[in-house]
Nanobody, 124 residues
Framework: QVQLVESGVGLVQAGGSLRLSCAASGRTFNNYAVGWFLQAPGREREFVAAISTSGDVTYSADSVKGRITISRDNAKNTVYLQMSSLKPEDTAVYCC?????????????????WGQGTQVTVSS
């Protein structure tokens, strides 16, 4: 079992930046690929970024490419999502998820564990 807890600053101004954290329980966290997804009102869950088990391979959605960095510290069982040049349309609940698949995972259905999510609001 893996439990995931997201945290980060909830309210930022447009153009600002923030870092979200995804803290995991369990001693085998480095066996899981991790992804970030967003859920906004009226929109389906959207893939944001993913990182491999070792952290050496990452992938991000075109909509955020160049504005986000995903990284992980396996010693701290934590994955980070650094976001910059934030826009009001980035407002959403951001969730992290862990997958037993060791490569990059984009499809939500291939993730095994999910956090509750953390609200990010970008004001204009």
């Amino acid at each position: 079992q893996v439990q995931l807890v997201e945290s980060g600053v909830g309210l930022v101004q447009a153009g600002g930046s923030l870092r979200l954290s995804c803290a995991a329980s369990g001693r085998t966290f480095n066996n899981y690929a991790v992804g970030w997804f967003l859920q906004a009102p009226g929109r389906e869950r959207e893939f944001v970024a993913a990182i491999s088990t070792s952290g050496d391979v990452t992938y991000s959605a075109d909509s955020v490419k160049g504005r986000i960095t995903i990284s992980r510290d396996n010693a701290k069982n934590t994955v980070y999502l650094q976001m910059s040049s934030l826009k009001p349309e980035d407002t959403a609940v951001y969730c992290c998820a862990a997958s037993r698949i060791r490569g990059l995972v984009i499809t939500p259905g291939r993730y095994d564990y999910w956090g509750q999510g953390t609200q990010v609001t970008v004001s204009s």
